[in-house]
Protein backbone atom coordinates (compact mmCIF):
# COMPACT_ATOMS: atom_id res chain seq x y z
CA UNK A 1 0.00 0.00 0.00
CA UNK A 2 1.13 3.59 0.15
CA UNK A 3 3.09 5.05 2.61
CA UNK A 4 2.21 7.92 4.65
CA UNK A 5 3.77 8.55 8.13
CA UNK A 6 3.75 11.36 10.86
CA UNK A 7 7.16 12.79 11.79
CA UNK A 8 6.17 12.98 15.82
CA UNK A 9 3.84 10.72 17.91
CA UNK A 10 3.08 13.19 20.49
CA UNK A 11 3.00 16.97 20.44
CA UNK A 12 2.37 19.14 23.42
CA UNK A 13 1.36 23.42 23.33
CA UNK A 14 0.01 25.55 25.24
CA UNK A 15 -3.65 26.82 24.88
CA UNK A 16 -3.38 29.94 22.75
CA UNK A 17 -0.16 28.84 21.10
CA UNK A 18 -0.42 27.55 17.48
CA UNK A 19 -0.03 24.17 16.44
CA UNK A 20 1.71 22.53 13.66
CA UNK A 21 1.62 19.09 12.71
CA UNK A 22 3.95 16.93 10.41
CA UNK A 23 2.80 14.46 7.69
CA UNK A 24 5.49 13.24 5.22
CA UNK A 25 3.83 10.79 1.88
CA UNK A 26 5.81 8.54 -0.66
CA UNK A 27 3.32 8.13 -3.37
CA UNK A 28 3.56 11.56 -6.13
CA UNK A 29 0.73 10.34 -7.66
CA UNK A 30 -1.94 11.39 -5.00
CA UNK A 31 -4.24 13.67 -6.07
CA UNK A 32 -5.58 14.96 -2.56
CA UNK A 33 -3.91 15.07 0.63
CA UNK A 34 -6.47 15.15 3.68
CA UNK A 35 -6.40 15.87 7.26
CA UNK A 36 -8.69 14.07 9.72
CA UNK A 37 -9.22 14.66 13.75
CA UNK A 38 -9.86 11.54 15.71
CA UNK A 39 -11.46 12.30 19.50
CA UNK A 40 -11.20 9.65 22.07
CA UNK A 41 -13.83 7.12 21.35
CA UNK A 42 -14.70 8.55 18.03
CA UNK A 43 -14.15 7.94 14.36
CA UNK A 44 -12.19 10.28 12.53
CA UNK A 45 -13.71 13.61 11.40
CA UNK A 46 -12.75 15.85 8.62
CA UNK A 47 -10.57 18.48 9.02
CA UNK A 48 -9.65 20.13 5.33
CA UNK A 49 -7.80 18.80 2.31
CA UNK A 50 -6.05 20.07 0.08
CA UNK A 51 -5.56 19.08 -4.00
CA UNK A 52 -2.08 18.48 -5.35
CA UNK A 53 -1.99 21.48 -7.34
CA UNK A 54 -1.86 23.80 -4.55
CA UNK A 55 0.65 25.17 -2.09
CA UNK A 56 -1.78 26.39 0.66
CA UNK A 57 -5.30 25.96 1.76
CA UNK A 58 -6.97 27.97 4.60
CA UNK A 59 -10.08 26.98 6.83
CA UNK A 60 -11.04 28.26 9.74
CA UNK A 61 -8.21 28.61 12.33
CA UNK A 62 -6.34 26.00 10.07
CA UNK A 63 -4.04 25.74 7.45
CA UNK A 64 -2.58 23.20 5.39
CA UNK A 65 0.57 23.55 3.30
CA UNK A 66 1.88 20.90 1.11
CA UNK A 67 5.30 20.83 -0.19
CA UNK A 68 5.40 18.98 -3.01
CA UNK A 69 9.29 19.26 -3.45
CA UNK A 70 9.86 17.08 -0.19
CA UNK A 71 7.03 15.33 -0.15
CA UNK A 72 5.56 17.23 3.08
CA UNK A 73 2.24 18.18 4.62
CA UNK A 74 1.64 20.37 7.67
CA UNK A 75 -1.71 21.57 9.23
CA UNK A 76 -1.48 24.51 11.36
CA UNK A 77 -3.85 24.88 13.75
CA UNK A 78 -4.25 28.89 15.33
CA UNK A 79 -5.00 29.78 18.98
CA UNK A 80 -4.95 26.24 20.07
CA UNK A 81 -7.69 25.54 22.04
CA UNK A 82 -8.52 22.62 24.71
CA UNK A 83 -11.24 20.96 21.82
CA UNK A 84 -8.19 20.91 19.83
CA UNK A 85 -6.89 17.68 21.54
CA UNK A 86 -6.99 14.35 19.91
CA UNK A 87 -5.29 12.42 17.43
CA UNK A 88 -4.58 13.88 13.89
CA UNK A 89 -4.22 11.93 10.90
CA UNK A 90 -2.81 12.67 7.15
CA UNK A 91 -4.23 10.85 4.38
CA UNK A 92 -3.71 10.66 0.69
CA UNK A 93 -6.40 9.61 -1.89
CA UNK A 94 -5.81 9.07 -6.10
CA UNK A 95 -8.98 9.92 -7.49
CA UNK A 96 -9.56 6.99 -9.71
CA UNK A 97 -8.97 4.16 -6.63
CA UNK A 98 -10.87 6.51 -4.35
CA UNK A 99 -9.32 4.59 -1.62
CA UNK A 100 -7.85 6.96 1.36
CA UNK A 101 -4.50 5.68 2.90
CA UNK A 102 -3.51 7.16 6.42
CA UNK A 103 -0.61 7.49 8.28
CA UNK A 104 0.25 7.08 11.83
CA UNK A 105 -1.28 9.69 13.88
CA UNK A 106 -0.12 12.67 15.93
CA UNK A 107 -1.86 13.10 19.46
CA UNK A 108 -1.78 16.50 19.96
CA UNK A 109 -2.00 17.49 23.71
CA UNK A 110 -3.02 20.88 24.60
CA UNK A 111 -2.36 22.11 28.46
CA UNK A 112 -4.33 24.56 30.05
CA UNK B 1 -23.12 14.91 12.55
CA UNK B 2 -22.38 11.73 9.74
CA UNK B 3 -25.19 9.16 9.61
CA UNK B 4 -23.17 6.06 9.75
CA UNK B 5 -23.78 3.71 12.39
CA UNK B 6 -21.62 0.87 13.92
CA UNK B 7 -22.92 -1.88 16.26
CA UNK B 8 -21.55 -2.88 18.94
CA UNK B 9 -19.62 -0.48 20.20
CA UNK B 10 -17.72 -2.84 22.11
CA UNK B 11 -17.61 -6.58 21.89
CA UNK B 12 -15.70 -9.14 24.07
CA UNK B 13 -16.04 -12.54 22.78
CA UNK B 14 -14.74 -16.14 23.20
CA UNK B 15 -11.71 -17.48 20.87
CA UNK B 16 -13.76 -19.49 17.89
CA UNK B 17 -16.94 -17.55 17.89
CA UNK B 18 -18.50 -16.41 14.83
CA UNK B 19 -18.92 -12.57 15.15
CA UNK B 20 -21.05 -9.90 12.72
CA UNK B 21 -20.04 -6.62 13.04
CA UNK B 22 -22.85 -4.05 11.78
CA UNK B 23 -22.28 -1.11 9.84
CA UNK B 24 -24.91 1.16 8.34
CA UNK B 25 -25.49 4.63 6.75
CA UNK B 26 -28.64 7.05 6.01
CA UNK B 27 -26.82 8.82 3.40
CA UNK B 28 -27.05 6.87 0.49
CA UNK B 29 -23.07 6.60 -0.33
CA UNK B 30 -22.40 4.17 -2.79
CA UNK B 31 -18.36 3.72 -1.69
CA UNK B 32 -17.97 1.77 1.96
CA UNK B 33 -14.85 1.10 3.85
CA UNK B 34 -13.60 -1.01 6.40
CA UNK B 35 -10.60 -0.39 8.86
CA UNK B 36 -8.55 -1.76 11.35
CA UNK B 37 -7.14 0.40 13.51
CA UNK B 38 -4.91 -0.74 16.72
CA UNK B 39 -4.89 2.17 19.86
CA UNK B 40 -2.79 5.14 18.19
CA UNK B 41 -2.06 3.67 15.18
CA UNK B 42 -2.62 4.30 11.86
CA UNK B 43 -5.96 3.02 9.95
CA UNK B 44 -5.56 0.34 7.92
CA UNK B 45 -8.08 -0.48 4.63
CA UNK B 46 -9.29 -4.17 5.09
CA UNK B 47 -12.46 -4.05 2.91
CA UNK B 48 -14.19 -1.50 0.38
CA UNK B 49 -17.03 -1.96 -1.93
CA UNK B 50 -17.58 0.70 -4.48
CA UNK B 51 -21.53 -0.54 -4.19
CA UNK B 52 -24.10 -3.49 -4.02
CA UNK B 53 -22.56 -6.60 -4.82
CA UNK B 54 -19.35 -5.25 -4.84
CA UNK B 55 -16.30 -6.39 -2.51
CA UNK B 56 -13.20 -6.06 -2.87
CA UNK B 57 -9.91 -6.52 -0.30
CA UNK B 58 -8.17 -3.72 0.81
CA UNK B 59 -4.29 -3.43 1.54
CA UNK B 60 -4.34 -5.02 4.88
CA UNK B 61 -4.63 -9.04 4.73
CA UNK B 62 -7.65 -10.13 6.77
CA UNK B 63 -9.13 -13.12 7.58
CA UNK B 64 -12.74 -11.04 8.07
CA UNK B 65 -15.11 -11.06 5.09
CA UNK B 66 -18.16 -8.59 4.04
CA UNK B 67 -20.96 -8.48 2.23
CA UNK B 68 -23.07 -5.52 0.34
CA UNK B 69 -26.47 -6.55 -0.51
CA UNK B 70 -28.02 -3.68 -0.02
CA UNK B 71 -26.27 0.20 -0.41
CA UNK B 72 -27.17 0.85 3.30
CA UNK B 73 -25.67 -1.78 5.08
CA UNK B 74 -21.88 -3.00 4.60
CA UNK B 75 -21.63 -5.67 7.59
CA UNK B 76 -18.17 -6.97 8.50
CA UNK B 77 -18.25 -10.85 9.59
CA UNK B 78 -15.07 -13.34 11.21
CA UNK B 79 -15.97 -16.44 11.18
CA UNK B 80 -13.41 -17.61 13.96
CA UNK B 81 -12.71 -15.22 16.18
CA UNK B 82 -9.16 -15.19 17.67
CA UNK B 83 -7.07 -13.22 20.13
CA UNK B 84 -5.30 -11.30 17.19
CA UNK B 85 -8.26 -10.13 15.83
CA UNK B 86 -8.54 -7.70 18.99
CA UNK B 87 -8.91 -4.50 17.91
CA UNK B 88 -10.96 -1.45 16.15
CA UNK B 89 -12.92 -1.67 13.02
CA UNK B 90 -13.88 1.42 11.99
CA UNK B 91 -16.39 1.54 9.36
CA UNK B 92 -16.93 4.56 6.66
CA UNK B 93 -18.35 5.73 3.74
CA UNK B 94 -18.15 8.23 1.06
CA UNK B 95 -19.89 10.39 -1.68
CA UNK B 96 -18.86 10.11 -5.45
CA UNK B 97 -15.37 10.06 -6.90
CA UNK B 98 -14.86 13.85 -6.85
CA UNK B 99 -15.00 14.45 -3.21
CA UNK B 100 -12.08 13.81 -0.85
CA UNK B 101 -14.19 13.48 3.00
CA UNK B 102 -14.85 10.35 4.19
CA UNK B 103 -17.82 9.61 7.28
CA UNK B 104 -16.66 7.19 9.92
CA UNK B 105 -18.69 5.47 12.14
CA UNK B 106 -17.80 5.40 15.83
CA UNK B 107 -15.95 2.68 15.57
CA UNK B 108 -16.16 -1.46 17.12
CA UNK B 109 -13.78 -2.38 19.82
CA UNK B 110 -13.07 -6.01 19.59
CA UNK B 111 -11.44 -7.96 21.97
CA UNK B 112 -11.13 -11.47 21.80
CA UNK B 113 -10.23 -13.68 24.95
Known amino acids: GESVGLHLPTLSVQEGDNSIINCAYSNSASDYFIWYKQESGKGPQFIIDIRSNMDKRQGQRVTVLLNKTVKHLSLQIAATQPGDSAVYFC???????????FGSGTKLNVKP | EADIYQTPRYLVIGTGKKITLECSQT?????MYWYQQDPGMELHLIHY???????EKGDLSSESTVSRIRTEHFPLTLESARPSHTSQYLC????????????FGQGTRLTVV
Open chain 2, 92 to 103: ASSPPAGYTEAF
Open chain 1, 91 to 101: AEKIYNFNKFY
Open chain 2, 27 to 31: MGHDK
Open chain 2, 49 to 55: SYGVNST
